[in-house]
C-alpha cells in the first residue's frame, strides 16, 4: 500500500480532519500528541499563519506516522512550500487551476473546494476523486451536499465550515462523505491555550460520533 494509499484508508477510517490554525510553532509536537491521543493520526494545518510551514514540519518529525497536510493554499508557490515543509496533502477553499496542477506535477494529494456543478466538473476534469465541500454550513449544508453529489458518481466530499459536534452525524451519515473537517476538536483558541487534553478529549468524542453514524 502506498502512503496516498494509507492516508486515504485514514479518511474513511475515523472520517475526521482536524483544521488547525496554529499560532505558535512551539506547539507542534504537543498539539500532535494531542490529536494522536486522542484517536486521530491525520491533520491539516492551514496557511493562515505565519508559522503553518514550520508546524507540519515539526508536527511531522515528532509523530511520522501522521498524516499533515497543508489547508488554505492559495498560490502554487504555497504548494512547493508546504511539500518542502513534508505536507501530505493540499486543501485549497477554492478550485485554482494552478494550485491543483502543481499538485499533479509534485504527485501530491490535492482536495480542492468546490461548491458548484460546474467546480465539481473542473475537478473531474483533472482527475481528481475528492473535493472539499467548503464553506459547508452557508452553502446549503447536508441537503444541498447530496443533491450535489448526485450527478456525481465516485466523486467524495470533505465537508467543512460550520461543523462541529452537533451537527456532525447529519455530514457522516452521507455515503458521499469521506471525511469531516473542522476546527471543533482543536480551536484556535484551545491551541493557544495548550488545553491538550481537551483537545484529545474532543478528538475521541468527535471519533466516537462518527463511528456510530448510520449511513443513509
Ligand atoms: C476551513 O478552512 O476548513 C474552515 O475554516 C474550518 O471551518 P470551521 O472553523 O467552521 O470548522
Same mark, same amino acid.
Given at each position: 500500500m502506498t502512503r496516498n494509499d494509507s492516508l486515504y484508508s485514514t479518511l474513511i477510517d475515523k472520517k475526521l480532519v482536524p483544521v488547525i490554525k496554529i499560532a505558535d510553532a512551539d506547539d507542534s509536537e504537543a498539539l500532535a500528541d494531542a490529536l494522536v491521543t486522542g484517536g486521530l493520526s491525520v491533520a491539516e494545518v492551514t496557511f493562515r499563519t505565519s508559522c503553518a510551514a514550520e508546524a507540519i514540519g515539526r508536527m511531522k518529525d515528532s509523530r511520522p506516522g501522521m498524516f499533515v497536510g497543508a489547508g488554505t493554499v492559495l498560490r502554487a508557490a504555497q504548494v512547493d512550500e508546504a511539500v518542502h515543509a513534508g505536507a501530505?496533502?493540499?486543501?485549497?477553499?477554492?478550485?485554482?487551476?494552478?494550485?491543483?496542477? !502543481?499538485?499533479?506535477?509534485l504527485g501530491v494529494p490535492v482536495v480542492p473546494g468546490c461548491v458548484t456543478p460546474t467546480e465539481i466538473g473542473y475537478a473531474v476534469s483533472y482527475g481528481l476523486g475528492t473535493v472539499k465541500f467548503f464553506p459547508a454550513s452557508q452553502f446549503g449544508g447536508p441537503a444541498t451536499l447530496k443533491a450535489l453529489a448526485a450527478p456525481f458518481a465516485g466523486i467524495s466530499f470533505i465537508p467543512t465550515g460550520g461543523i462541529d459536534m452537533s451537527n456532525l452525524r447529519s455530514y457522516t451519515s452521507l455515503q458521499c462523505v469521506l471525511a469531516v473537517g473542522g476546527s471543533f476538536m482543536a480551536s484556535e483558541k484551545l491551541i493557544a491555550q495548550k488545553a491538550w487534553g481537551e483537545i484529545a478529549a474532543r478528538t !475521541?468524542?468527535?471519533i466516537t460520533e462518527a463511528a456510530t453514524t448510520v449511513r443513509i
Open positions: 501530505d496533502f493540499i486543501v485549497s477553499p477554492g478550485f485554482d487551476r494552478g494550485v491543483v496542477e !502543481r499538485c499533479i506535477e !475521541r468524542a468527535a
